[in-house]
């Protein structure tokens, strides 16, 4: 399969969130017109993102919900039993694990690490905190994918390091730290100030428009 | 001017962080060149991006630093004092508080407000959290421009009503509930769970290529 761009790449999960919303409404059918809609992106944007992917259904009859709920999650690999271990627990660590529901996404979180006495020992959702220091044990033996991490800018750099050499395949980066993707490693950093200026560019906007 | 792309305007923030970084490091030019290898953009996509604000620069001879980046705080409204309430300040209200850096995009916290009794009157960094009934008498004395949303989904559509009604222009919404931007009303939806998807989209990619 060709590559596809990153710009239709990161429409994906918006798609899926809106099928499987549809999907659990018991809808049957959706029309590319109707899907463009609801997501505030073209009709002709949904056919050319979808013909990435081998176009999904037959323009006129709509989309089967179901079908293309089942052919999202595949795509963005809902379905592939992903682990992750969660490293950092201060109040973001605790949000992500209690907020985000990985189950949802295919994910299931293995551990949670700290290296604050105080932490070890306590119950995130329901986790244990463990002690950072036996990460590298606890890698050997789980072979989790994903690590989430949420320490410290200062101290992300080395983690990254020490947790490729565990052979984690993924990160997903909370620290403000730029990590890169390399060879073998998917990185997704994530942060957060970003939609806040995106939020003040269209406030900005409407301000220049009244 | 004429209406930005939106995914030209989903860029300008990861513009902004990297000339913010070139800034601090007191470096006065930067090629599209150096500014594509370090964002992982081309070249051509960045010169482009530019074209849409004016262009910035002279081919051939750099962008000068300091004024770009004083151009992309001016595009993302760093530059226009606007102010913000929290509403809803568990973990995650925790972590926005104290891990964005809302002074540097611009945007001041004028007050922290919360439903639960056992949270009134304590501290969320520098913020007394004060209780969600005043939040009317509130606004109309303070005048926010923004209300970040991390309450429970289930009262956040409520909420975006009744603050609404207060003049609120603009939302940061972490709540999980898709609420639509409307004329005078800009809505930034934050979906953690996104990225997590797009993660695990490399992953299975990353995966199949082996």
């Given at each position: 399969?060709?590559?596809?761009p990153?710009?239709?790449v990161?429409?994906?999960?918006r798609?899926?969130?809106?099928?499987?919303?549809?999907?659990k409404?018991?809808?049957?059918?959706v029309?590319?017109?109707?899907?463009s809609?609801?997501?505030?992106?073209?009709?002709s944007?949904?056919?050319?993102?979808?013909?990435?992917?081998?176009?999904?259904?037959?323009?006129?009859y709509?989309?089967?919900?179901?079908?293309?709920?089942?052919e999202?999650?595949?795509?963005?690999?809902?379905?592939?039993n992903?682990?992750?271990?969660?490293?950092?627990?201060g109040?973001?660590?605790?949000?992500?694990?209690?907020?985000?529901?990985?189950?949802?996404?295919?994910?299931?979180?293995?551990?949670?690490?700290?290296?604050?006495?105080?932490?070890?020992?306590?119950?995130?959702?329901?986790?244990?905190?463990?002690?950072?220091?036996?990460?590298?044990?606890?890698?050997?033996?789980?072979?989790?994918?994903?690590?989430?991490?949420?320490?410290?800018?200062?101290?992300?750099?080395?983690?990254?390091?020490?947790l490729?050499?565990?052979?984690?395949?993924?990160f997903?980066?909370?620290?403000?730290?730029?990590?890169?993707?390399?060879?073998g490693?998917?990185?997704?950093?994530?942060?957060?100030?970003?939609?806040?200026?995106?939020?003040?560019?269209?406030?900005?906007?409407?301000?220049g428009?009244?």
């Amino acid at each position: 399969m060709k590559k596809v761009p990153v710009s239709v790449v990161r429409r994906l999960p918006r798609y899926f969130r809106y099928l499987n919303e549809l999907y659990k409404q018991n809808k049957l059918k959706v029309s590319s017109k109707e899907l463009s809609e609801q997501m505030n992106v073209t009709a002709s944007q949904i056919r050319q993102d979808f013909n990435h992917f081998g176009g999904f259904g037959q323009q006129g009859y709509g989309y089967n919900v179901p079908t293309l709920n089942q052919e999202m999650a595949q795509i963005l690999g809902v379905n592939e039993n992903f682990t992750a271990i969660v490293v950092g627990i201060g109040n973001l660590g605790h949000a992500i694990v209690n907020n985000v529901n990985f189950g949802k996404r295919g994910v299931k979180i293995l551990g949670i690490f700290d290296s604050d006495p105080e932490k070890i020992g306590n119950l995130c959702g329901k986790h244990r905190i463990t002690d950072i220091q036996t990460i590298e044990e606890f890698c050997e033996k789980s072979r989790p994918d994903i690590a989430v991490l949420t320490l410290p800018k200062s101290q992300s750099r080395e983690m990254f390091e020490r947790l490729k050499r565990c052979g984690i395949k993924g990160f997903w980066n909370f620290t403000n730290a730029e990590i890169r993707s390399e060879k073998g490693v998917a990185v997704e950093n994530v942060h957060l100030a970003d939609s806040l200026m995106l939020l003040t560019y269209s406030l900005r906007e409407q301000n220049g428009e009244e």
